[in-house]
């Protein structure tokens, strides 16, 4: 399928799903989960049990992190020759195919694949920060495994077994898009999918995110205080193993 670039469509009726993960009937949530990563493959979530204030401050550290001179952004960087994802990588030049950003990438769990190395020792808070808010991130994914896999049938536990339990790799991506004098020359990110599980996402004011939906490009709203949830390829792929089985 070619997808174009830039295609605005988003008919304003049309908005992202938002499920209340407050709403004390779970069997209605694991079924709007479902329908949600089903028929759109992202959703936001509020009531997530993660503060506002942690998030506040992982928005923080991260934005501390670029502020930083060149040089100690490059003391974590990921090295020319790796085969890894690890590291800060940086592209801010008009180039064809490739993207206007810097990003900070490195893994978060399980403790046995924690490189330090690629975690930023500056600003100082950055370590302390990210560990808390792994804590709550690994809650909010498996609760998500647990509405998905109950929505399809399956044990509670049943995606989270099925994608490693305790030995499943969680990873920290935080990215930044300086102001691009010429914005048509280069995109932030291009059109792709997610590879692994589950994405979850922690956006701010600043549009740009989209999502393909039923043949057209849909902006994604921003929803304060929530975080926005992509069903990766994993899942869509034990999705469709159910529906075979069940067919």
């Not at 003391?75 to 993207?99: H, I, M, W």
């Not at 969680?170 to 792709?192: C, K, M, S, W």
């Not at 929803?223 to 193993?241: K, N």
Request: aromatic letters at 8%; glycine letters at 6%.
């Amino acid at each position: 399928m070619e997808v174009k670039k830039y295609q605005h469509t988003s008919p304003p009726s049309e908005m992202i799903p938002i499920v209340d993960l407050s709403n004390p009937d779970e069997e209605l949530v694991s079924r709007a989960v479902v329908k949600a990563s089903q028929e759109w493959g992202i959703f936001h979530v509020v009531n997530h049990g993660i503060s506002m204030d942690l998030i506040r401050r992982l928005k923080e550290v991260g934005s501390q992190f670029f502020e930083l001179p060149e040089t100690e952004k490059k003391a974590v960087a990921k090295p020319d020759d790796s085969q890894d994802f690890e590291g800060y990588t940086r592209n801010l030049k008009y180039t064809e195919g490739e993207v206007w950003a810097e990003n900070l990438f490195h893994r978060i769990l399980p403790q046995s694949c924690i490189n330090y190395k690629y975690w930023p020792r500056n600003p100082p808070q950055y370590r302390e920060v990210t560990e808390e808010y792994t804590k709550e991130t690994k809650k909010l994914s498996e609760r998500l495994l647990g509405f998905l896999s109950e929505g399809l049938g399956l044990r509670h536990e049943a995606l989270k077994e099925g994608l490693g339990g305790e030995k499943s790799e969680y990873v920290l991506r935080i990215n930044n898009f300086p102001p691009n004098p010429q914005p048509d020359a280069t995109l932030g990110l291009p059109e792709h999918t997610d590879i692994v599980a589950l994405a979850l996402i922690v956006t701010n004011e600043v549009p740009g995110l989209q999502v393909f939906h039923e043949d057209h490009w849909f902006d994604v709203q921003y929803v304060p205080s929530s975080i926005t949830v992509t069903v990766g390829d994993q899942i869509l792929a034990e999705q469709r193993e159910v529906q075979e089985c069940v067919a």
